[in-house]
């Protein structure tokens, strides 16, 4: 077990600084703060996080963190760390973690005894689920699924019985391609696509599949991709309607139960006490 009170301790913090996913407006005053005052940013495209921190007037050096340099750095980030110098981790845009690199990271810097403090802010997940018209709970967000077809269609199977908002990311130009798939799948259910969220040209479509496949051209932009959860009713079999109460009993006997087994899986099918069926059966 691990206690952190994340301001009051002796090392060196990690910061998981939240940046705008488009909005520079949508950059808090913390997140600014933080980025100023550690002694180092990490970030997945240190191209992208230098026109941010130019905007901001923060001067703090900068490396890069992302999937295919992650184990060198994080071994160059815990030494700084453990030099007494806190660390910023940042994506491109919204939260870090969240579909982009980082886990391994901050499992290492817990591991070894470092505070991890999450400094919050723009997050496209949240900004596209809010504003869906979709239940904004429960929700499963997935991020971003696999493009070999068959392996997409085996994970799309996986969520289709689930009763809860799905949350996609998906590239403009494989939406049309995965919708399509979608409607094989779950059916033609509500689906939204939010994309450019917090830009000039942000824009919702609300529908059904069939009808925002009709609607879909040109995307372009970030999409983040919604479907609605699948509340059918569950057909349950009711096998035994018609049976009488002897007869029911018989059938799970003569599948080698017990009769006081199979009294109880009687009642469980009725939803019945078992004191009740084992009343009824004995003195009918």
Known sequence: MQVQKSFQHDKATLFLVSTPIGNLSDMTPRAVETLKTVALIASEDTRVTKKLCNHFDIDTPLTSYHEHNKHQKTELIVQR??????????????????SDPGDQLVKTALDQGYAVVPIPGANAVLT????????????????FLERQKSKKKAQLTTVEPLP???IFYE???RLKETLVMMLEVF??????VARELTKLFE???RGRMTEILMHLTDVKGEVVLLVEGNHEEAVVDRWWEG??????????????????EAIKQVANDLGRTRQAVYKEYHHA
């Open 81 to 98: 760390l453990s030099e007494g110098d806190p660390v910023a981790l940042v994506s491109d845009a919204g939260m870090p973690l969240i």
């Open 128 to 143: 596209a689920l809010i504003a869906s018209g979709l239940p904004a709970q429960p929700f499963l967000f997935y991020g």
């Open 164 to 166: 809860v908002t799905l």
């Open 171 to 173: 590239s403009p130009h």
């Open 187 to 192: 059916g033609n259910r509500q689906v939204v």
């Open 203 to 205: 824009e919702f479509l």
């Open 243 to 260: 049976l009488t109460l002897h007869d029911h009993v018989a059938h799970y006997v003569a599948q080698g139960q017990r009769t006081n």
